[in-house]
């Protein structure tokens, strides 16, 4: 799907990529990493927006920063940040992306999301979380082949996370989907990306881990209701200094422990 072949990339004396080579296989990628280790820059490379200082990128067999158009017929990107025009409304913009895509089902996602009111409003009126909204509905409107996701969750609502979650789950497009935590409503991912920074001086280390392993370590001052919650589900789980550890089956009691008002993170597991 794509490479990267001995790639570097700094902003002026900021290190961020050096001699990076990396394949990323098709299907549900997972980039994690903390602010600044570069996980952006990743997906700007791999879209055309930023160039390599050295090295070459392939996506799907083209080059982005000589072919970045054809390269954006094939993946779609929905960015951390980004600027519509104000005075038009969302079906206005969500319409001048349809003229280039005639097959689109933009209200059919729309109406998964629970969105469709938002259609006529104007654009300077959104939330962030409605503008967040308007991204992901270009983002996953166009049905490229694959879709770049640079933190999609943030500022959506619980409701609305759930529901653009399980519109990714079901998707048979190639994902890559970057976040600094381990969210634990997040898709299971075919494999992950960990990006590391050592110190702001030295480039990030990557390293990328296939068939990856997930558990979630809920914490809450209802630890026996969440064992019966568990123990009822038939959930696997073990008890450790304190935090319960899910083994599978979180999807079936997700709710529940959250209206406990306990926290959860997910985890990878090591090898």
Do not use: C
């Not at 990107?77 to 097959?103: A, Q």
């Amino acid at each position: 799907m794509i490479s990267f072949d001995s790639v570097t990339k700094n902003y002026g004396s900021l290190k961020i990529f050096e001699n990076l080579s990396l394949k990323i296989p098709e299907g549900k990628t997972l980039i994690l990493g903390k602010n600044g280790s570069g996980k952006t820059t990743l997906l700007d490379m791999i879209y055309g927006l930023r160039r390599a200082d050295r090295g070459r990128i392939r996506v799907y067999g083209f080059y982005p920063d000589t072919s970045p158009e054809t390269v954006r017929s094939k993946i779609s990107y929905i960015p951390s940040i980004g600027n519509f025009p104000g005075m038009l409304k969302v079906r206005d913009v969500l319409e001048y992306i349809s003229s280039y895509d005639s097959d689109n089902h933009i209200s059919e996602y729309a109406e998964h999301l629970g969105v469709s009111n938002l259609l006529n409003r104007m654009v300077i009126n959104l939330s962030s979380g409605e503008t967040q909204i308007l991204k992901i509905l270009i983002g996953i409107s166009l049905e490229r082949r694959g879709l770049l996701l640079d933190e999609p969750l943030s500022y959506l609502d619980r409701s609305k996370r759930f529901r653009f979650v399980e519109l990714v789950r079901r998707s048979k497009l190639d994902l890559i989907w970057t976040t600094h935590e381990e969210d634990p409503i997040l898709p299971d991912f075919d494999q992950v990306i960990i990006i590391k920074k050592k110190s702001p001086g030295e480039s990030s280390i990557v390293r990328l881990r296939k068939d990856p392993r997930f558990a979630y370590v809920l914490t809450t001052h209802n630890l026996e209701e969440s064992k019966h919650i568990l123990i009822r589900a038939g959930v696997d789980y073990a008890f450790n200094n304190g935090q319960i550890v899910i083994y599978n089956g979180i999807e079936n009691v997700i709710n529940e422990l959250i209206g406990l008002s306990a926290s959860l993170r997910k985890v990878i597991l090591e090898e």
